[in-house]
T-cell receptor
């Protein structure tokens, strides 16, 4: 069945460092891909999405490109801030609209 | 406007008891989803409703779990004969339609602890 694999955390970075969180997926057909973020004490929020191959989703300085050839959707940000500290989830929706999530990656940004 | 709300925010119960978890979706959203998030894991799909009907309940782990949405708005997730393994955060989400490109908006969750 469809699945998502993302890099394990925690990821600890200094402020202004470059961030990459890897995500790969397995799916039949052409899934839509998402990154969700969960800030401390808050609910899940959609960060960005891409719906077809080579699409780039972007929001709040974060970017991810839908790579069909490598079945990947890695999350990147050029310069992280302390306020980016959160848990990041990669997810897909395949033939149906239910979301399938990865296990989450905790990001801790230190000043 | 108001987001998705869930009550209670925390529920502690004893093994074998019955619990109900409530979800109020965003007004006008026709699709409603339930997910379960165990500690250190990503959310796992349980069931989704399009209107009043359960369109996909393939994620319900067993027949102790049941959900309803009688008027196409509020939904209740019901768990009978709770077990310690049911302890998790139960998340509700809603979207305008059940189209897979429609953003799902998540509630804050109900943390269920079964002692």
């Amino acid at each position: 069945g469809d699945s998502v694999t993302q890099m394990e955390g925690p990821v600890t970075l200094s402020e202004e460092a470059f961030l990459t969180i890897n995500c790969t997926y397995t799916a039949t057909g052409y899934p839509s891909l998402f990154w969700y973020v969960q800030y401390p004490g808050e609910g899940l929020q959609l960060l960005l999405k891409a719906t077809k191959a080579d699409d780039k989703g972007s929001n709040k300085g974060f970017e991810a490109t839908y790579r069909k050839e490598t079945t990947s959707f890695h999350l990147e940000k050029g310069s992280v801030q302390v306020s980016d500290s959160a848990v990041y989830f990669c997810a897909l929706s395949g033939a149906t609209n239910k979301l399938i999530f990865g296990t989450g990656t905790l990001l801790a940004v230190q000043p | 406007g108001a987001g998705v709300s869930q009550t209670p925010s925390n529920k502690v119960t004893e093994k074998g008891k019955y619990v109900e978890l409530r979800c109020d979706p965003i007004s006008g959203h026709t699709a409603l989803y339930w997910y379960r998030q165990s500690l250190g894991q990503g959310p796992e799909f349980l069931i989704y409703f399009q209107g009043t009907g359960a369109a996909d309940d393939s994620g319900l782990p067993n027949d102790r779990f049941f959900a309803v949405r009688p008027e196409g708005s509020v939904s209740t997730l019901k768990i009978q004969r709770t077990e310690r393994g049911d302890s998790a955060v139960y998340l509700c989400a809603s979207s305008w339609t059940s189209g897979r490109l429609d953003e799902q908006f998540f509630g804050p969750g109900t943390r269920l602890t079964v002692l």
